[in-house]
């Protein structure tokens, strides 16, 4: 009970504008203030969820099947890289200015060549997805890695800890914080990255089936599907935040 009133306390104003926003829609749809056809009334709308929840459900799951996979190469990518580079000045100096001109490039720029160099649709997506999201990590694991305070690092030393001892039980604790707040941030971007991927070069998932709907001129359908897609956003993002704030509850709020 006490967890429940904390949560009304904290958002029951993200709550009320929420709110405000699907009676606003009623309001301009309902009144037809703006065009019917692409803005349905809302009896509409809630129709098309109800014929449509098991295919976006299917949908979700499919986009699920590219970004898992997708956020976990980046990662990986993105801290051992990060940290070999944040832990080696000279191999930070050589790469870093390549590093920074790669990430400068728009991931959509790449996508013709990706499309038409890969084996098959996932794994460009699952590449596009990647090199969308892995420099934010990348920097922030560098920036980490690069402030963390010597005396952590004295201290390892004199317990004699080395090796993967040494970056498991001091490096990567404390560079965690920007660690984890730059994944964070590279997630949101996934889902950018993901959509495009799914709208232009996939056969399933949350973005292909807003664009097929759109396509089709079921504008019903495709704001279901953009409804959908947002609260399934927001539900990972809190997600990955309670856990950011579960493995950094040592630090201060």
């Keep these: 009970m006490k967890t429940i009133t904390g949560f009304v306390k904290k958002y029951w104003i993200t709550a009320l504008i ?10 301009v ?5 703006l065009n ?21 459900l299917t949908n979700m799951f499919a986009s699920f099947r590219l970004l898992i996979p997708s956020v976990i190469i980046s990662l990986v990518v993105a801290v051992v890289l990060g940290t070999i580079m944040g832990m080696n000045k000279k191999i930070r100096e050589v790469l870093h200015p390549v590093i920074y001109a790669f990430s400068v490039i728009p991931s959509i720029l790449l996508s013709p060549f990706v499309l038409l160099l890969s084996p098959s649709l996932f794994s460009a997506s699952v590449f596009l ?20 305070d010597k005396r952590y690092l004295d201290k390892a030393a004199t317990l004699e800890l080395t090796g993967v001892k040494r970056f498991v039980k001091v490096i990567l604790p404390a560079a965690s914080p920007s660690i984890l707040a730059g994944f964070v941030n590279s997630l949101r971007s996934s889902f950018v990255m993901l ?4 709208m232009y070069g996939g056969g399933s998932g949350m973005g292909y089936f807003v664009k097929k709907n759109s396509e089709l001129g079921v504008f019903a359908n495709t704001w279901v599907g953009f409804v959908f897609m947002v ?8 997600i990955f ?3 950011k704030e579960r493995l950094l509850k040592w630090t201060i709020d």
């Design 36 to 56: 019917p056809y692409l803005f349905p009334a809302t009896e509409k709308i809630v129709t098309a969820f109800m014929s449509n929840k098991h295919e976006m």
């Design 29 to 33: 749809a309902d009144v037809k203030k």
């Design 129 to 148: 997805v990647v090199y969308n999201i892995v420099w934010a990590t990348l920097f922030a694991t560098i920036t980490g890695i690069m402030t963390i």
């Design 18 to 27: 929420f709110v405000g926003l699907v009676f606003t829609y009623y309001y």
């Design 241 to 243: 935040e309670k856990i």
């Design 231 to 238: 609260i399934v956003l927001v539900v990972v993002m809190q």
């Design 195 to 198: 959509v495009f991927a799914e």
